[in-house]
């Protein structure tokens, strides 16, 4: 099992910037692609960002694109998501998780307990 722990989410006002953090408990952290989702109470999980093992490739939803940012740290087992310019509709909750690089839930085999990020307007 890949332990993953995010970290990072709050309260912020519209305009606003988080930096969520999700550490992984494996040294075979570098062999997976990470993703972040996003869900909102009532609504499906979303695909926000996603990153291929080498950091090589990445993916972001149109929704946040040139506002969001996915890096990673293989050498500290982690994976950041840098928001920027939030939005009263980026509130969720947000879950990180490794698997294959692709753009479905079903691409990801190990995922976190999330993380809550809240935009006020």
């Known amino acids: 099992q890949v332990e993953l722990v995010e970290s990072g989410g709050g309260l912020v006002q519209v305009g606003g910037s988080l930096r969520l953090s999700c550490a992984a408990s494996e040294r075979t952290f570098s062999s997976y692609a990470m993703g972040w989702f996003r869900q909102a109470p009532g609504k499906e999980r979303e695909l926000v960002a996603a990153?291929?093992?080498?950091?090589?490739?990445?993916f972001y939803a149109e929704s946040v694109k040139g506002r969001f940012t996915i890096s990673r740290d293989n050498a500290k087992n982690t994976v950041y998501l840098q928001m920027n310019s939030l939005k009263p509709e980026d509130t969720a909750e947000y879950y990180c998780?490794?698997?294959?690089?692709?753009?479905?839930?079903?691409?990801?085999?190990?995922w976190g307990q999330g993380t809550q990020v809240t935009v006020s307007s």
């Open positions: 998780a490794a698997g294959r690089y692709g753009n479905a839930p079903y691409d990801y085999d190990f």
């Open positions: 990153i291929s093992w080498s950091g090589g490739l990445s």
